[in-house]
């Protein structure tokens, strides 16, 4: 059956779908985002579902018009989502401070001026220009197109402990050439006079979420299905691409609904793109409960069927879903899966609820200046005619053989064995790094028991199954998370095994010193941390 679904994509119906989306500017609680949805929507239900439009609160931030003057010279460029709101302009002293790495801010005295930056502008960038008291950014683009950001390093709607994290400077972007100009001419000793300024609509507003449910019945079980449909300009890349994937999936997977073993939800999140991910967080917020006791996995998708993107190998997966992640690769395009862990985006707001999660950009062209993206990601340039048949077919089958094995395997496809073993590994490079400062014995044998309870987890399907949710809650939050379910950690880089980085953090301490001491009290409390969730791994698979 599953060698048939996939073989079933139709890709003249997906460019279909592609030409609807390629109508509508999709703006974060705006009438195309609307209208858009309204197509999906008579879709959904035409396949099945049932389908329910929410609408929530949401800070939202769109950018408007801007201005960068040099020398009372005009140059082309963009203003941000979340910017500060410069409609009368701000004026500085430009400093180049390279591509605004932590290292790059050290030493230089920023306060009151415009920071010269190289590169696309980014979330981690912004915080530091703020903390660091820059009244401006100015991002040289690596080249000759300027792309859309949103620069909040804030995941989801602020809170009132998360708003002061917001930027609190004035964010333009600029073409390559003029930025090379400006830092040659900072490289001559030169100050050029320079001046920002931007309009930035920042501010609640009410944003649509699109909920498709299909034998998602009382207290049963599901698999959660998810992308954007927010857009910067038409998105038909991103995401429109996506959500035709995301249609025909549904379409195909409804025709066979009677050999589910579980439910499908498909989600179509607003405030991606100028929310930092507000409809996704504010969807776990709300439904928290429903999604620990009944969710078995997420599946996000994002940016599918480019022109020129073959690369497929590249793409995330959690170690629990790592083994379906490769098959599902290596049977539609014979590439091998490379083990990259799951980034910090895609709308992946699941993490502290404990849901095993995998995919988001799926293929990606050969690496550019801007690194893995399509040089017209996130421009006005994102329209139909960059998009491949052959490509979304492709793309679209890995996400039918993904999606149907969640549906349909008897015994979820999740293998906590290699969690275990990824964990083993870490565990050994830190008893190495630690010494004689503190025992991660404890953890290894822990580890070590986990890896056994797993081997030929077998028997009745619903007990398996219950107990396979359970471990993934306990094991979960300590590879994605600091160790708060309830929390969403910043939209910030996060190393592997954040529960971890006291213990290493105490590692790199002088021996000895007050600096060691203050850190084991961390280290303890993190050791105590992992070693409760992996008893509570244990305990559910036995």
């Given at each position: 059956?599953?060698?048939?679904?996939?073989?079933?994509?139709?890709?003249?119906?997906?460019?279909?779908?592609?030409?609807?989306?390629?109508?509508?500017?999709?703006?974060?609680?705006?009438?195309?985002?609307?209208?858009?949805?309204?197509?999906?929507?008579?879709r959904l239900d035409e396949y099945g579902f049932a389908t329910q439009l929410l609408h929530h609160d949401a800070y939202i931030s769109l950018p408007g018009r801007s201005l960068v003057q040099v020398d009372n010279a005009a140059?082309?460029?963009?203003?941000?989502?979340?910017?500060?709101?410069?409609?009368?302009?701000?004026?500085?002293?430009?400093?180049?401070?390279?591509?605004?790495?932590?290292?790059?801010?050290?030493?230089?005295?920023?306060?009151?001026?415009?920071?010269l930056v190289d590169g696309i502008a980014t979330p981690p960038v912004s915080l530091?220009?703020?903390?660091?008291?820059?009244?401006?950014?100015l991002h040289i683009s690596p080249h000759e197109h300027l792309h859309e950001m949103c620069i909040s390093p804030v995941w989801g709607n602020p809170s009132a402990e998360t708003v002061g994290e917001l930027p609190s400077t004035v964010v333009c972007s600029v073409l390559l050439s003029d930025g090379a100009t400006l830092r040659e001419r900072l490289a001559r000793g030169e100050q050029p006079s320079v001046m920002l300024q931007t309009e930035v609509d920042t501010g609640w507003r009410k944003t649509p979420i699109l909920v498709a449910d299909l034998n998602v019945d009382n207290d049963a079980p599901f698999v959660l299905f998810s992308g954007h449909h927010d857009t910067w300009h038409y998105g038909v890349m991103d995401n429109?691409?996506?959500?035709?994937?995301?249609?025909?999936?549904?379409?195909?997977?409804?025709?066979?609904?009677?050999?589910?073993?579980?439910?499908?939800?498909?989600?179509?999140?607003?405030?991606?793109?100028?929310?930092?991910?507000?409809?996704?967080?504010?969807?776990?917020?709300?439904?928290?409960d429903e999604l620990d006791r009944r969710c078995v996995a997420h599946i996000n998708v994002d940016s599918v069927g480019a022109e020129g993107a073959d690369i497929l190998g590249n793409v995330g997966s959690m170690s629990a879903l790592g083994a379906l992640a490769t098959e599902a690769i290596e049977t539609h395009s014979g590439q091998r899966l490379l083990g990259k862990r799951m980034s910090r985006g895609a709308d992946q707001s699941f993490n502290g609820v404990g849901l095993p999660a995998l995919f988001g950009d799926l293929s990606e062209p050969v690496p550019t200046p801007v690194g893995a993206h399509c040089w017209w990601w996130h421009t006005p340039d994102d329209l139909a005619d960059k998009i491949s048949e052959p490509s979304m077919v492709r793309d679209t089958r890995i996400?039918?053989?993904?999606?149907?094995?969640?549906?349909?395997?008897?015994?979820?496809?999740?293998?906590?064995?290699?969690?275990?073993?990824?964990?083993?590994?870490?565990?050994?490079?830190?008893?190495?790094a630690l010494a004689e400062r503190l025992s991660v014995d404890g953890l290894v044998e822990a580890a070590k028991a986990l890896r056994e309870s797993t081997v030929g987890l077998s028997g009745d399907a619903v007990r398996v199954n219950r107990s396979l949710m359970r471990m993934s809650r306990a094991l979960v939050p300590t590879d994605y998370t600091t160790g708060d379910r309830f929390a969403h950690e910043p939209a910030l880089a996060l190393p592997a095994w954040p529960t971890l980085q006291p213990l290493h953090a105490l590692a790199g301490a002088p021996p000895g010193s007050d600096e060691a001491r203050f850190l084991t009290v961390g280290a303890v409390r993190a050791r105590n941390r992992l070693a409760h969730a992996l008893r509570e791994a244990v305990c559910a698979a036995g």
């Open positions: 059956m599953l060698q048939s679904l996939c073989g079933a994509v139709d890709g003249a119906l997906l460019m279909r779908h592609i030409d609807e989306f390629a109508r509508w500017i999709k703006l974060s609680g705006s009438e195309g985002e609307a209208d858009s949805l309204r197509y999906v929507r008579a140059l082309r460029c963009i203003t941000h989502s979340f910017s500060c709101a410069a409609p009368d302009g701000v004026r500085g002293r430009l400093v180049h401070v390279g591509a605004g790495s932590d290292a790059d801010f050290a030493g230089r005295v920023v306060r009151g001026c415009i920071v530091r220009a703020s903390r660091a008291g820059a009244i401006g950014q429109g691409s996506a959500n035709a994937s995301m249609l025909e999936v549904a379409r195909l997977c409804a025709g066979q609904r009677g050999q589910w073993q579980r439910g499908l939800r498909l989600c179509f999140w607003s405030g991606h793109s100028h929310g930092r991910y507000s409809g996704s967080t504010w969807y776990v917020d709300e439904h928290w996400y039918v053989h993904a999606v149907w094995r969640l549906l349909t395997d008897r015994i979820l496809p999740l293998d906590f064995g290699a969690y275990a073993e990824e964990l083993l590994a870490e565990l050994e490079r830190l008893r190495t």
